[in-house]
């Protein structure tokens, strides 16, 4: 099962900088979603691809943060000039688009720690 | 945009009870509702879902029921065990851009 894999698993950081996380998606999925969980709330909807484009992105996602996903494989999710809000867990999903709606598959995600 | 709410935010039972947890939906356009468990340091895990043009669905232990009209939908987990202690998250999907959107969580705690 090779799953939906995320790196780093870790990453602190101090305030100011800017820190890049990676998704690679079940290779057979063409839609890829990044979100955000903080302690006691549920996954924080961030962005979402379909391939290679950008279908949408959260109002509440500032300037800051930006995703890409080159040639509709992997994701990177960066963030410039870290806060300490930023701190929480970001968690990438995949699923695959067909006439049925497929559920999405979580990777472990990537912990930020913004100190 | 699509808003999910989710109760009770806590659940506690004895082993062997039952458990229900109740979300309600926003979006009238939301056609597809997965609940995913979530242990403590792991990623979500899909372990049921339902889609609009049924009124429930049951894999052994575990059911969901979903009332249309009332926009909202229920998780049944029968002859808890201590295993099934985690958090559930109820979710919708809307529009045509396949968006989920998660409720705040129910921690299950069942006690053995």
């Known amino acids: 099962d090779t799953g939906v894999s995320q790196d780093p698993r870790h990453k602190i950081t101090k305030r100011g900088q800017n820190v890049t996380f990676r998704c690679d998606p079940i290779s057979e999925h063409n839609r890829l979603y990044w979100y955000r969980q903080t302690l006691g709330q549920g996954p924080e909807f961030l962005t979402y691809f379909q391939n290679e484009a950008q279908l949408e992105k959260s109002r509440l996602l500032s300037d800051r943060f930006s995703a890409e996903r080159p040639k509709g494989s992997f994701s990177t999710l960066e963030i410039q000039r870290t806060e300490q809000g930023d701190s929480a867990m970001y968690l990438c999903?995949?699923?695959?688009?067909?006439?049925?709606?497929?559920?999405?598959?979580f990777g472990n995600g990537t912990r930020l720690t913004v100190t | 945009g699509e808003n999910v709410e989710q109760h009770p935010s806590t659940l506690s039972v004895q082993e062997g009870d039952s458990a229900v947890i109740k979300c309600t939906y926003s979006?009238?356009?939301?056609?597809?509702f997965p609940w995913y468990k979530q242990e403590l340091g792991k990623r979500p895990q899909l372990i049921i879902d339902i889609r609009s043009n049924v009124g429930e669905k049951k894999d052994q232990r575990i059911a969901v029921t979903l009332n249309k009209t009332a926009k909202h939908f229920s998780l049944h987990i029968t002859e808890t065990q201590p295993e099934d202690s985690a958090v559930y998250f109820c979710?919708?999907?809307?529009?045509?851009?396949?968006?989920?959107?998660f409720g705040t969580g129910t921690k299950l705690q069942v006690i053995p």
């Open positions: 979006d009238s356009a939301s056609n597809y």
């Open positions: 999903a995949s699923s695959r688009s067909r006439t049925e709606t497929s559920p999405l598959h």
């Open positions: 979710a919708a999907l809307s529009g045509g851009y396949q968006k989920v959107t």
